[in-house]
Each structure stands twice: as C-alpha cells, then as structure tokens.
C-alpha cells in the first residue's frame, strides 16, 4: 500500500531559528517528491518539486533533499519567520502511464508555528 | 505558476439543500481535475477525478449521486453536494494538473446547518 509519513506531526519554534522536516515513503513505482506550504483554511502551495535525480532543490529559505534509495526526504526552513507558520504536506508521485493521471499520495503534514 | 481559482471560498448552507461549488483553471487547459476533502488536521483526500467530457472517476466510497461532477470544459470543473448533510460539512479542495505539476484552489469551506 502506497503511504507516505510525516514527522514531527507538530512542530513550535523560534522566529529566526531553523527546522527541519522529514518525509518518509514507501509509493511505487515512484515518480517525483513534493512540497507543498498549506496556511489555515486555505489550498496547498507547492513548494518544491523533485524527480528520482535529484537531490536536493531550493526555494528562498526552503530546501528539499530527496534520498530515493531510502525513500526518505527532508525539508529544511532557514531562518524562519512568523509567516513560516502553516502546514507542510509531503506529496508523491506515481509514475504517469500513457492516458493515466498519476495519483498523488498525501502525507499527514507537519503544522509548525513560529513563534516570537 | 499556474492558477487554479476556486469559488466560493466560504458557505453555509441549510440541511437538504444542494451547493455548487466551482474550480477553474485560469490560465491553463485541464483535460483532468481533482476534487479533495480535507478535515480538520488532516490530509487531502482524494474524492473523485474530474475528466472533461466524460464521467467522472469516484474513490471508493464516494457517493457519486451525492457528489455530482461535472467537467463541461478544459478549464472549469464544478461539484455539486446533493441534499447535503452536516456531517458534509468540510473543507473541498480542487486541483489542476500542468505537466507534472499540480496547482491547487483556495478551498471550500463548506457548512451544513
């Protein structure tokens, strides 16, 4: 069964401080990593997109690495800030077949707060 | 990026009514389109994949007569809540595909008194 897993479930840290966010998977046959920022009561907003290649990719303050051989990734928030403050949904991928829309498997997500 | 619009952002209905709820894609054509419903502090769940000119595609356990959708061209997609129910009360979320990227509405906040 395709799943993805999240952690810490919920996070509280220092405005300015750093955080980092694992996704664990186990979807096949893979065929890319997402990042999406979700605010309260609002849709998902990608944040990173990641095929079996790479590694990493950065966006401002967010960067995603991305291990496919432990299906393992990670989001990692520079110096964070006040508006930081939402959920972050890990999302995969399976690989699109020819007239098939790939389905998109949903982690649970991480709520963090930043806080002063 | 691609945008996906929503509409409304917010409604509260009576028991046994029936809301429409819309997702365009604004600068884009979408051959498919996704409905999710979320509740609170959880995740997306996918409820039904929204094909234009054709039927739409329910996950199991949907109820695809409470759930009408329609995707009547490449750019809007709507679901309808039949008769709805309190216990219908949720969060709907629409989704566009561009490429491999996904694009997502503003939500539905949606309230059944």
């Known amino acids: 069964k395709n799943q993805v897993e999240q952690s810490p479930q919920s996070l509280i840290i220092l405005e300015g401080k750093n955080c980092t966010l694992q996704?664990?998977?186990?979807?096949?046959?893979?065929?890319?990593l997402r990042w999406y920022k979700q605010d309260t009561g609002r849709g998902p907003v990608s944040l990173t997109i990641?095929?079996?290649?790479?590694n990493t990719k950065s966006n401002g303050r967010y960067t995603a690495t991305l291990d496919a051989d432990t299906k393992q990734s990670s989001l990692h928030i520079t110096a964070s800030q006040l508006s930081d403050s939402a959920s972050y949904i890990c999302?995969?991928?399976?690989?699109?077949?020819?007239?098939?829309?790939?389905?998109?498997?949903f982690g649970t997500g991480t709520r963090l707060q930043v806080t002063l | 990026g691609a945008v996906v619009s929503q509409h409304p952002s917010r409604v509260i209905c009576k028991s046994g009514t029936s809301v429409k709820i819309e997702c365009r894609s604004l600068?884009?054509?979408?051959?498919?389109m996704f409905w999710y419903r979320q509740f609170p502090k959880q995740s997306l769940m996918l409820m039904a994949t929204?094909?234009?000119?054709?039927?739409?595609?329910?996950e199991q356990g949907v109820e695809k007569d409470k759930f009408l959708i329609n995707h009547a061209s490449l750019t809007l997609s709507t679901l309808t809540v039949t008769s709805a129910h309190p216990e219908d009360s949720s969060f709907y979320i629409c989704?566009?595909?561009?490429?491999?990227?996904?694009?997502f509405g503003q939500g539905t906040r949606l309230t059944v008194v």
């Open positions: 989704s566009a595909r561009e490429y491999t990227e996904a694009f």
């Open positions: 996704c664990n998977y186990t979807v096949s046959p893979f065929s890319n």
């Open positions: 990641m095929t079996f290649s790479e």
């Open positions: 999302v995969v991928s399976t690989y699109i077949t020819t007239g098939t829309a790939s389905k998109l498997t």
């Open positions: 600068d884009f054509q979408a051959t498919t």
């Open positions: 929204s094909n234009e000119g054709s039927k739409a595609t329910y």
